[in-house]
């Protein structure tokens, strides 16, 4: 049995959680005068241009090697898109395709990066959670329900993604190992997609970016507080809260 057939197997959980788009301030800034979320040729699906999203999580990769400092510029903000977005997808997988090398101790020898692979379907993040999550609300967090050892031997595939969910141990790695990416192949309009912008005052004080937002005004904005000099991974706590609360606002975490 394929990782899709096992995945078919499970309901949906209950609500269609949005899509993410996590990014350093300045280039958020650039993504919001420029009115689009673009692709970008792939170093993974080579010869494919795509634009990579994260489902309900907005799992961030900070800029490498940044030590603490007061440059506003570096701080984490997330897009939160329309998840009908979803009806567009190419691909789907459970986490971080670009990543997986990374994971791969986890994973076992025996499975490859394309195994996970899903083809699209608006339910298939949906039935992700279900199956490694039971909730929405669990996968927010981060925490599945149940281990590896509760999957039969013969689903080699989804007992190796449980393990590399669960797994606790210190990695060079982050919360992207278990964030479920789905990539669309096309650029997507803001004024069309976007639903709230999660950012640090810096930037939901800028005028250019007003001058943006205010041309869409269903678009909430949302901020979060900063203390100084801090590394801006130290802020990925406040950005998950702050969307946590849209998500719950919106009726889809409990």
Not at 9 to 38: K, N
Not at 90 to 97: E, N
Request: proline share 9%.
């Amino acid at each position: 049995m394929s990782f899709a057939d096992y995945i078919n197997g499970f309901d949906p959980a209950e609500g269609t959680m949005h899509l993410m788009h996590s990014t350093p301030v300045t280039i958020g800034a650039d993504i919001i005068l420029a009115g689009e979320l673009r692709t970008r040729p792939c170093t993974v699906y080579t010869g494919e241009d795509l634009l990579y999203l994260f489902y309900g999580r907005p799992a961030f990769k900070p800029l490498p090697g940044l030590p603490a400092s007061a440059i506003a510029e570096h701080l984490p903000m997330c897009l939160v898109m329309d998840p009908t977005l979803l009806g567009e997808a190419v691909r789907i997988l459970p986490f971080d395709s670009g990543g997986y090398e990374r994971y791969a101790a986890h994973t076992g020898p025996l499975v490859q990066r394309a195994d996970f692979e899903l083809g699209p379907g608006r339910e298939v993040p949906m039935r992700l959670v279900r199956a490694f999550y039971e909730t929405n609300r669990n996968y927010y967090i981060q925490t599945p329900p149940s281990g590896h050892d509760t999957i039969p031997i013969s689903q080699r595939t989804a007992k190796a993604f449980a393990r590399l969910a669960r797994d606790p141990a210190l990695a060079d790695d982050d919360d992207r190992r278990s964030t479920i990416e789905v990539q669309i192949g096309r650029a997507v309009p803001l004024a069309t997609a976007l639903k709230a912008v999660v950012a640090p005052p810096v930037l939901l004080s800028d005028p250019e970016v007003l001058r943006v937002l205010d041309a869409m005004p269903d678009v909430k904005r949302v901020t979060y507080n900063t203390y100084g000099r801090q590394q801006p991974i130290a802020y990925v706590g406040s950005l998950y809260d702050r969307v946590s609360d849209f998500l719950v606002a919106e009726g889809v975490l409990a």
